[in-house]
């Protein structure tokens, strides 16, 4: 049974910092693509970012790139987001998500977290 849990949100003021960490377990983590996603309010869940397996390949979606930096450490089976500058509409629940590829497209990742909420004040 593969888990993810995603860990490190929490409230920042605009401008600031946060790192997010997603642990798995139930699996061999480094066969998966990793992506992040997230869900404000009233609004359909998006993509934030995806890494290749090996780390090598990144891709960001527009709204957080040069912003956000996504990572993982295969030997501690975590994937982290990096975020800075944050903005008041980064607010929203972030997932992380095991998938087949660096892409954005949701139905291309098989496994879930439960998410983990961030609110950035303004």
């Known amino acids: 049974q593969v888990q993810l849990v995603e860990s490190g949100g929490g409230l920042v003021q605009a401008g600031g910092s946060l790192r997010l960490s997603c642990a798995a377990s139930g699996c061999t983590f480094s066969r998966y693509a990793m992506g992040w996603f997230r869900q404000a309010p009233g609004k359909e869940r998006e993509f934030v970012a995806a890494?290749?397996?090996?780390?090598?390949?990144?891709y960001y979606a527009d709204s957080v790139k040069g912003r956000f930096t996504i990572s993982r450490d295969n030997a501690k089976n975590t994937v982290y987001l990096q975020m800075n500058s944050l903005k008041p509409e980064d607010t929203a629940v972030y997932y992380c998500?095991?998938?087949?590829?660096?892409?954005?497209?949701?139905?291309?990742?098989?496994?879930w977290g439960q998410g983990t909420q961030v609110t950035v004040s303004s």
């Open positions: 998500a095991a998938g087949r590829g660096v892409v954005p497209a949701s139905y291309e990742y098989d496994y």
């Open positions: 890494i290749s397996w090996s780390g090598g390949g990144t």
